[in-house]
Nanobody, 114 residues
Protein backbone atom coordinates (compact mmCIF):
# COMPACT_ATOMS: atom_id res chain seq x y z
CA UNK A 1 0.00 0.00 0.00
CA UNK A 2 1.33 3.40 -1.02
CA UNK A 3 1.67 5.78 1.88
CA UNK A 4 2.92 9.27 2.62
CA UNK A 5 2.63 10.12 6.29
CA UNK A 6 3.41 13.65 7.44
CA UNK A 7 4.20 14.76 10.95
CA UNK A 8 5.65 17.74 12.78
CA UNK A 9 3.08 20.44 12.24
CA UNK A 10 1.76 22.60 15.04
CA UNK A 11 1.41 26.08 16.47
CA UNK A 12 4.45 28.31 16.75
CA UNK A 13 5.10 31.99 17.31
CA UNK A 14 6.49 34.17 14.56
CA UNK A 15 10.25 33.79 14.35
CA UNK A 16 10.10 30.23 15.58
CA UNK A 17 10.97 26.94 13.89
CA UNK A 18 9.29 23.67 12.99
CA UNK A 19 10.50 20.53 11.26
CA UNK A 20 8.11 18.55 9.11
CA UNK A 21 8.72 14.91 8.27
CA UNK A 22 7.16 12.72 5.61
CA UNK A 23 7.67 8.97 5.73
CA UNK A 24 7.01 7.36 2.36
CA UNK A 25 6.57 3.88 1.06
CA UNK A 26 9.88 2.83 -0.43
CA UNK A 27 8.32 2.15 -3.83
CA UNK A 28 7.38 5.81 -4.27
CA UNK A 29 10.43 7.36 -2.65
CA UNK A 30 13.62 5.97 -4.11
CA UNK A 31 13.35 7.46 -7.62
CA UNK A 32 10.87 10.22 -6.87
CA UNK A 33 11.01 13.94 -6.77
CA UNK A 34 9.77 14.60 -3.26
CA UNK A 35 8.11 17.88 -2.51
CA UNK A 36 6.34 19.95 0.08
CA UNK A 37 3.34 22.02 -0.93
CA UNK A 38 1.08 24.20 1.14
CA UNK A 39 -2.44 25.53 0.94
CA UNK A 40 -3.71 28.45 2.96
CA UNK A 41 -7.45 29.12 3.37
CA UNK A 42 -8.92 30.59 0.20
CA UNK A 43 -5.70 30.12 -1.74
CA UNK A 44 -4.42 27.64 -4.28
CA UNK A 45 -2.01 24.93 -3.30
CA UNK A 46 1.55 26.06 -4.00
CA UNK A 47 4.96 24.45 -4.16
CA UNK A 48 7.16 25.20 -1.17
CA UNK A 49 10.20 23.11 -2.05
CA UNK A 50 11.20 19.92 -3.79
CA UNK A 51 14.21 17.65 -3.97
CA UNK A 52 15.28 15.15 -6.59
CA UNK A 53 16.77 11.73 -6.03
CA UNK A 54 20.18 13.35 -6.59
CA UNK A 55 19.32 15.97 -3.96
CA UNK A 56 18.95 18.94 -6.26
CA UNK A 57 16.61 21.36 -4.56
CA UNK A 58 14.15 24.02 -5.61
CA UNK A 59 12.41 26.58 -3.39
CA UNK A 60 9.61 29.06 -3.66
CA UNK A 61 10.95 32.60 -3.50
CA UNK A 62 8.91 33.26 -0.39
CA UNK A 63 10.79 30.63 1.64
CA UNK A 64 14.32 30.87 0.25
CA UNK A 65 16.85 31.32 3.01
CA UNK A 66 14.36 30.24 5.69
CA UNK A 67 13.31 26.70 4.76
CA UNK A 68 15.49 23.71 3.97
CA UNK A 69 14.33 20.49 2.33
CA UNK A 70 16.31 17.29 2.75
CA UNK A 71 15.84 13.58 2.25
CA UNK A 72 17.08 10.43 3.94
CA UNK A 73 17.01 7.69 1.34
CA UNK A 74 17.76 4.97 3.89
CA UNK A 75 14.63 5.96 5.84
CA UNK A 76 12.50 6.90 2.81
CA UNK A 77 11.80 10.17 4.56
CA UNK A 78 11.81 13.77 3.42
CA UNK A 79 12.10 16.70 5.80
CA UNK A 80 11.29 20.38 5.72
CA UNK A 81 13.13 22.50 8.26
CA UNK A 82 11.29 25.78 8.63
CA UNK A 83 13.04 28.66 10.40
CA UNK A 84 12.11 32.30 10.92
CA UNK A 85 8.47 31.42 10.45
CA UNK A 86 6.02 34.17 9.55
CA UNK A 87 2.23 34.36 9.97
CA UNK A 88 1.91 34.11 6.18
CA UNK A 89 3.46 30.64 6.38
CA UNK A 90 0.27 29.44 8.05
CA UNK A 91 -1.21 26.68 5.89
CA UNK A 92 -1.79 22.98 5.58
CA UNK A 93 1.45 21.45 4.36
CA UNK A 94 1.33 18.43 2.08
CA UNK A 95 4.00 15.94 1.17
CA UNK A 96 4.13 14.87 -2.48
CA UNK A 97 5.84 12.17 -4.49
CA UNK A 98 6.22 12.44 -8.26
CA UNK A 99 7.91 10.04 -10.63
CA UNK A 100 5.47 8.96 -13.29
CA UNK A 101 2.99 8.92 -10.44
CA UNK A 102 1.62 11.63 -8.24
CA UNK A 103 0.85 10.82 -4.61
CA UNK A 104 -0.13 13.11 -1.75
CA UNK A 105 -0.07 12.88 1.99
CA UNK A 106 -2.98 13.81 4.19
CA UNK A 107 -1.51 17.16 5.19
CA UNK A 108 -0.33 18.67 8.46
CA UNK A 109 -1.41 22.04 9.82
CA UNK A 110 1.18 24.71 10.48
CA UNK A 111 -0.04 27.80 12.30
CA UNK A 112 2.23 30.77 12.96
CA UNK A 113 0.95 33.33 15.41
CA UNK A 114 2.01 36.96 15.34
Amino acid sequence: QVQLVESGGGLVQAGGSLRLSCAASRSIFRFAVMGWYRQAPGKLRELVANITRDESTNYANSVKGRFTISRDNAKSTVYLQMNSLKPEDTAVYYCNSKGGWDYWGQGTQVTVSS
